[in-house]
């Protein structure tokens, strides 16, 4: 519905003119009023009266000018005010609801829904002519008439021949001074009529047929198909008048009004280089009503040949294409053309009359269906249910995703380069810390150089003994051999234990790879105490062990976890020996720290760890010892955490220091 202008307020009136009169009303009227007020109580005389009555004089002369002001808004204003709405008839000479009647009324009415300076309001009246004229319209301009008695009608729009005529008998009758517009109509004589305007209906049968031709250029027969109506036999006569201008050397012949069973066996029969036109078919000779576009369809649907139409309506049913009008352009051509009549629009003779431009119009897949070439068309031609290429279809759909793939490429290639940096810096940084955990190994094993040596020596002192008796056991006569094979067992123990100290000796120093694989916590703890043992005792430490019996194995280097026992137990027995302590006591402990990891804690007797080192004692060059480095704890931190555990350093509850690491169970990490 179109919105209604909006009317102008009395405070629009020009400001001067209107703050003129107000100031007058408050400095003249009301005080004389006043004055007249307290002093009618007294006699008076016609001079005083008139005395009394000059400001009001005064005043009259001065706001004159503020008062033609006001006479001039309201001339202005009022009319606006008594403004209606506008009112229009659309008189239907057919069936409103056939589909080209229902698109130029969808497209009308939408165009009178736009901005207008007056709402429109529409009433609709339908003209059933399928009855005999005699037996109802005398009545219905009676009923007209006493319906639209109160209610005056700007324009009336005459949908088809019947509907026109109806007006042109009764308009002026039912709807005086409304003002005519139709469309639907192909008659040229009401072009006649300078005071009748509208949209003429061209059928362009002969740009259907030139586009057939084009399709179809090798065809020799054009058969016309239409119904028996009265539309059906206007648009014959049309198409006899045409066909022989046109058709050139083909053959023509016309089907006109067969019932629709005859008619597709018919169609059915024809030979696929047949050029089909499809007029129109209302009725049949029988007088059984149709509908177009059913006609259409089932015709398609039964023919070999391609079949046209001239009617946009029946694209969609299976026809092949056609030069036709578009119902929406008339919807819109008749609409506006309501406008111009509501705002008094008159044209000259000659120009009252406006036809809508017909347009190529092919159906995809009925070209297709019939093998019939779509670069044969005109340009321009508007080929509809084409199935576009997905990526003319979704071309912006497709562009994104590609896009979105394509940075996604790049950042996993991105993210794999990274991932290959950051492995082959992770294998630097394990080769470099595996150098470094290696020197460190062998700066213990220097500094358990004596200790080592007297390993050494037991076994080596104890064979050579065990030698020279043997030596003078075979010498004797005779030769004692029982106690010789007794003492050949004891250098093979002595050897064996030699052996045994070299081999540990040299898996510590050896540069080996890291290797994790389930080991027994205590017997590790026992090996690192052996090669620390003549140490301790050199620099008068005591060692002692608090091992829980039955611990689960852990999963985990042993070498490098005896590196960490022999870094801790080692930097122990020096600062017991460097602070020469009263009570030398190492205390290492193994136990079951929960269910899933156990832990090793390595406690002496020392003076424990200063307060500002300790949240700093495992970092790099961090150390308490007097020729120390700072990296043992250090790579000790590094090699708990990369077993997955965990080392922290505190005060024993006795006084001293206290080293405790957690390493995770076997049977935990394979869970």
């Not at 004797?476 to 100290?501: F, M, N, T």
């Not at 832990?599 to 700093?616: C, F, K, N, Q, Y």
Request: aromatic share 6%; hydrophobic share 45%; charged share 25%.
């Amino acid at each position: 519905m179109v919105r209604s202008r909006q009317l102008p307020s009395i405070a629009s009136a020009p400001a001067p003119a209107w703050g003129y009169a107000l100031g007058i009303w408050r400095a003249k009227i009301v005080p004389a009023r006043l004055s007249i007020d307290r002093d009618a109580t007294r006699p008076r005389s016609i001079r005083s009266t008139m005395m009394a009555l000059s400001p009001v004089l005064q005043w009259l002369r001065r706001a004159a000018p503020a008062l033609l002001v006001m006479g001039a808004w309201c001339v202005a204003v009022l009319p606006a005010l008594a403004e209606e709405d506008a009112h229009v008839v659309i008189l239907n000479g057919i069936d409103p609801y056939l589909p080209p009647y229902m698109v130029t009324d969808t497209a009308m009415r939408a165009e009178l829904d736009k901005d207008t300076p007056r709402r429109v309001i529409l009433y609709s009246e339908p003209l059933d002519y399928r009855f005999p004229v005699e037996s109802w319209e005398a009545e219905l301009v009676v009923l007209l008439t006493k319906k639209y008695s109160g209610r005056h009608i700007d324009v009336v729009v005459a949908v088809t021949k019947p509907a026109l005529d109806f007006f042109a008998r009764h308009g002026e009758q039912l709807w005086p001074g409304a003002r005519v517009i139709f469309h639907g109509i192909s008659d040229p004589a009401v072009t006649a009529d300078p005071g009748v305007v509208g949209v003429m209906v061209r059928d362009d049968l002969g740009g259907t047929i030139d586009i057939a031709r084009r399709l179809q250029p090798t065809a020799r027969r054009i058969l016309f198909i239409g119904g028996a109506s009265v539309w059906d036999s206007n648009v014959e006569r049309h198409a006899r008048r045409l066909a022989s201008t046109i058709a050139g050397t083909a053959e023509i012949e016309f089907l006109f009004g067969l019932p629709l069973p005859e008619l597709v066996a018919r169609v059915a029969a024809e030979p696929a280089d047949t050029i089909i036109i499809f007029l129109s078919q209302f009725s049949d000779r029988d007088g059984r009503p149709y509908t177009p576009r059913d006609v259409a369809q089932a015709i398609s649907n039964a023919s070999a040949a391609p079949v046209y139409s001239m009617y946009e309506t029946n694209v969609g049913t299976g026809i092949a294409a056609g030069s036709m009008e578009r119902y929406e352009d008339r919807g819109r051509l008749v609409g506006q053309l309501v406008r111009e009549a509501l705002a008094g629009t008159r044209y000259a003779p000659g120009k009252n009359v406006f036809t809508v431009a017909s347009r190529c119009v092919a159906d995809a897949r009925a070209l297709q269906r019939w093998s019939l070439d779509a670069e044969r068309l005109p340009a321009g031609c508007d080929v509809r249910f084409a199935e576009r290429p997905v990526w003319r279809q979704y071309w912006w759909q497709i562009t994104l995703a590609l896009a979105i793939i394509a940075a996604q490429a790049l950042l996993i290639t991105a993210l794999i380069a990274q991932r290959r940096r950051r492995r082959i810096a992770e294998a630097e940084s394990q080769k470099r810390f595996a150098e470094m955990a290696h020197m460190n190994r062998r700066v213990s094993m220097g500094e358990l150089s004596a200790s080592i040596a007297h390993e050494l020596n037991q076994p080596l002192g104890a064979i050579h003994n065990n030698a020279g008796a043997a030596e003078m056991l075979i010498k004797a006569d005779p030769p004692k051999l029982q106690e010789v094979a007794e003492i050949l067992a004891d250098i093979k123990r002595d050897d064996r234990r030699a052996s045994e100290v070299i081999a540990r000796i040299r898996k510590m120093l050896r540069k080996t790879q890291f290797e994790v694989q389930e080991i027994d916590l205590n017997e590790t703890i026992g090996e690192a105490m052996q090669l620390v043992a003549e140490d301790a005792k050199v620099k008068g430490v005591s060692l002692k062990t608090e091992l829980e019996l039955g611990l689960s194995k852990v999963r985990a280097d042993r070498v490098e976890v005896q590196q960490v026992i022999l870094n801790l137990m080692l930097n122990a027995i020096e600062i017991l020996h460097d602070q020469h302590a009263l009570k030398r006591e190492l205390v290492i402990r193994s136990r079951r720290a929960n269910g899933q990891a156990a832990e090793v804690s390595v406690a002496d007797s020392g003076p424990g760890i200063p307060g500002d080192v300790l949240p700093h004692i495992f970092e790099p060059f961090v150390t308490t010892k007097s020729s120390g480095m700072g990296l043992g704890l250090a790579i000790s931190r590094t090699i708990v955490e990369a077993h997955g555990g965990q080392i922290r350093a505190g005060s024993s509850p006795t006084g001293g220091a206290l080293f405790t690491f957690t390493l995770p169970f076997a049977e935990t990490q394979r869970a």
